[in-house]
Structure formats: structure tokens, C-alpha cells
């Protein structure tokens, strides 16, 4: 039975049981796994600089084409905390960006873990979204096996869509489901089976370089400040006023 889990759901036999270490014990323990994390998002360097160029290639040829993150329970949250940042950040447009949740918005702050099991409403959220060619669809599930994720690529696939699969687990069927894949080999939770630790951790610093270099790549930083940051408080005003000023725009 072991064999058949994902390497996210073993248990780690490498230290002692969390609980029943000391404070500062824990305390290293969850670092180092963190660290951990980062070697993981290291070791798919290449597969991640493919996909940036990929979805860069896909939206440059269709100028109306969306991104579209894609996810369940934590994965969906990572997912959306990502995304949500492209428009201030990068002034990159709200009707560019979208997001397919397993049980609806509600879920990003309430667990609905079973919505992930919906085939049928992952089938559908692609339909009523009109997903299509121009759109570039990222998936995000730890186990590389969430059906509700699946389900969402594989339909998204077949409408000519880019997808690409971020998972935690190289035997998961996101392998099949997506066009490009990549894989963040994290292994065993110090709390096993709880991926919002490093599966999750290695999944938000992945998003985080695929949108920055995306952005960068169309021109949205220059001498690395936001030159299409969208100023909404006093705060980010004060801000773009100095890159302004630094790049001489009026």
C-alpha cells in the first residue's frame, strides 16, 4: 500500500517525530524542510525556464489569450495569491487573469476538501469560462492527482489551450493531463501528508519565478522596478512617483 502513495502522503523516516520534539528542534526541523523546498524548485530550473518561455510564445501569439490558475485546497490558494498580484503588480489586465477553484471562491477561506473530488464541475467551470486556444492554464496539485485539477487540464488541453502542471509527485496523472510539466520533488511532509508546508512552499516560490520572469520578459520591469505598477493607496502612488522619476517618465 505504501508504494502506491505519493511521496507527499509517506512518512518521512528521516528524524524523529515532530511532536515530540523540543521548541527549537521543531524549529529547525521546519527550516531545513523549507530549505528543501528551494533545492527542489532549483532542480526543475529547466523545466520552469521551458514553461516561462512557452506561455510567453502562446499569449504573444494570441494578444486576448487568459491566465488561468487552476487548483484545489491549498494548491488553489497558492495559486490565487500568485495571480492576484499580476494586475497591481505588473498592470497586467483583469481580464487576462482568472482562476478555477475546486468549491467556488468560498473555498479560499473555507476547506472544502471534497470539492476536489468533482470531476463534473471541473468539466463545467471549463465550459462556462469558454476556455480556448488563446488561454494558458496552469494546474497546481501536491499529489499530481487531484481529479478536480486533472480534469480541468485535460478538458482545457483538448480546446487547444496551453497547459501546464506543477506537481509534487513525477507518477501523478498531471504527467498526462498537461502539456508541460513541472516537477517539485519535495517527498515527505514533516507532518505527513500536510503539503501546505514545503510541497506548498515549493509551489508558490515556482509561481513566483514563472510570473516574474513572464512579466519581465513583456517588458513590465524595467532597471527592476514595477514600470507598469497600478498605484491604488497613498503608498503605491508615493512609489511609482519615484520609478518615475528614477526612469525619467512623466
Known sequence: M????????????????????????????IINSNKEAIKSVE???????????QILKHLNNNNIGRIIYCGAGTSARIGVQDG?????????PYNRLDFIIAGGNTALLRAAEEAEDNINEALSKVKDMNIN?????????????????CGVL??????GALTIGISNNKNGLLNKTSEFLILLNTG?????????LKAGTAQK?????????????????????MNFLVPTNKKLKKRQARINKLLNLK
Open 43 to 53: 532542480e526543475a530550473k529547466e523545466q520552469i525556464q521551458e514553461v516561462i518561455n
Open 133 to 149: 486556444h488563446s488561454d494558458v492554464v496552469i494546474g497546481l496539485a501536491a499529489s499530481g492527482n487531484t481529479p478536480f485539477t
Open 154 to 159: 485535460e478538458a482545457a488541453r483538448s480546446t
Open 84 to 92: 492576484s498580484e499580476l494586475y497591481p503588480t505588473f498592470g497586467w
Open 188 to 196: 515527505p511532509e514533516v507532518v505527513t501528508g500536510s503539503t501546505r
Open 205 to 225: 516560490i515556482c509561481l513566483n519565478i514563472i510570473s516574474t520572469g513572464l512579466m519581465i520578459k513583456m517588458g513590465r520591469v524595467k532597471n527592476g522596478m
Open 2 to 29: 505504501k508504494n502506491n502513495l505519493p511521496p507527499t502522503e509517506l512518512k518521512s523516516n528521516n528524524h524523529k517525530n515532530i511532536d515530540e520534539m523540543d521548541d527549537f528542534s521543531r524549529f529547525d526541523l
